[in-house]
């Protein structure tokens, strides 16, 4: 049954993902073939060949390098970015300084060593020697990259801490910023006037001079790269890391994820395919303003994603694509058009309007237009996977049971306490969320933790995962201090948990949410991910194998769904694939933040029985829950709490006849009241 549904699945996939292969090898030998089109004199699409054409395509094509530069940024990681075109001024003010005629100290000795490697000429100036800097294009590509993603990553620094609109702000003051130095910084970038005489690529000692055609291959090879690199990476720990936290940051950091590295990472990333775009783009133009980098083209880059679809690979490309042909071809032949219809028709307005000036407008239309009526972009990057059908729906439920039990020896808990957590008091502003709380909680036990709404259940979780400080006190796993430690180092250490509030990655499949679970038990880094060698390819399928191993744990109720993003879910489906999540961290303590609310009777007794198994494989639990019925069943140990202390412990049966229990549940009269019965 499953496979006949999976084979359904399958096939017409497998002929799409046929049909998209001959369809880009179509599209790239249509590209490679484009300059040999010939110069026909007729306007537009009938007169495509010809040098001017061609340069257009580059320039497009430079703008489509930016577009899945900021996709990095902004639809990857979710980190709004409105200063982008800083990047592209880096790496074109790099190439264009060390090749102009602009900078030319006096010549010394000191310069000898760099004119051996042909970095530098020696020229005379006015009877007096000077160098003349002749960085060779090849080596500036790679070497703005780097320039870049260092500004990215310097830039990135101060906005670590800032989300959404406050990171947007800043990084539009960078975006000011950095073309305003150059304007300023006359002696090195001639101000306003701009570089000119901005050295030509050579290759093979041939100059490509002002011949578009050798550029426009150029371009052609660096997109493919980009296109590669991007997918690369998207399908890979980084772009998942990326994407959890574009989805839920705390839920990314409880996870493994080490948010300061990977938004840096995305920030680097996208600055260096920035900075290679630069370099490029004035190598061609050979000459270089500080206007040709101000806020306007970092909003087109922005509109380009938006349009093409945030996160999608092929969308930044098709919105790049689209906006540039708008923008240099359609928006040009248009207005000449309607100042002919004009002339003949005497409407003089008509010829007075000027459409390529009023681009602005219709980015702002195309945005407004965009956010109504698709807000996913032309080419989502959220592929919809269909939902199941009936009988699947209404399929009995199988409870699972872990397929992949023999591999969990690597649950088995160590002897002694797992945590011990003294004295530790949470102060916010003058309320006390936890005072001097002490909980013990020995390896392979399930410990409960109850008490009434607000008295510090989840705060006691969230210090120990690292989410808040604690004022003072000490929480040892296995003797060693964590208290302090970053929520991922947390997780390294073996501790994973669930919140009270969910917190999956609602865009990501289950799969994807339970492989992020994963992150911080898999090695695989950016140049892994890129050059995707066996041992990484390797590391992806054990990865994979893992977690649907421990999906299988819940029977058919995800198995059937790993494909399907986890926003289409049922509540306690979101629950489980939470739960699974920190499972597949390969935790020696599970924290479950009120794993059964909002799930029925049966689900909840189910959930209970999987509980157990885990128990029994020597998971450590502890257990914030409010079905007592459900602590009765598990938990070895319950603690109460109540207005932030620890007012109760022991077995269940005892503690629910605790007098001081039922006052805090029930109120004061009702603690009298048994009490006096
Ligand atoms: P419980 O999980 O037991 O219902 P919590 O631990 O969520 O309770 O909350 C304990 C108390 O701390 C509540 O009064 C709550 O309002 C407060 N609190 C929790 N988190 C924060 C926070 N981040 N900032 C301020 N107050 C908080
Ligand atoms: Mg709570």
Redesign the pocket.
Known sequence: MSTTTAGAMNAPSQASARRKTVGLSLLFVAMLAFPLLPQTGIPFFVNLGGQANVDVLSTTISYALLAMGLNIVVGFAGLLDLGYAAFFAIGAYLYGVLTAFQVMPHWSGFWEPFAYLGLVHKISMGGAEVVHFTLSFWLAIPLSALCAALFGVLFGFPTLRLQGDYLAIVTLGFGEIVPIVFLNATPITNGAAGLNGIQAPRLFGYNFGVNSVPYYYVAIALIVAMIFISIRLRDSRIGRAWMAIREDEIGASAMGVNLVNFKLLAFATGAAIAGVAGTFYIAKLQTATPDMFNFNVSAMILVMVVLGGMGSVWGAVAGAVLLSVLQFWFLQDLTSWIHTFGEMTGFTYLTKLDLVQSIDLIFGVILVVMMLFRREGLIPAVRRSPNLNFDAQHAVVQRGGFVGKEKLGRYTAEPGNALEIKDVT?R??G?V??NKVNITVPSGSVVA?I????????????VISGL?QAESGSIKYHGAEILGLAPHKVLEKGIARTF?NIRVFPNLTVLENVLIGQHARLRTGPFGAILRLPGTRAEETRAVEWAKDIISMFGNRLAPRVAQTVSGLSYANRRRVEIARALASRPKILLL??PTAGMNPNETLELAEQIRDLKSLGLTIVL?EHKLDVVTRLADNVIV?DH?EKIAEGPADEVRRNEEVLRAYLGRAAGEAAHAA
């Open positions: 949470v916010f502003g309320l969320a936890l933790v008490g009434p709404n607000g008295s510090g259940k989840s705060t006691l979780f969230n808040v009270q933040d009120e914030i709490l932030g």
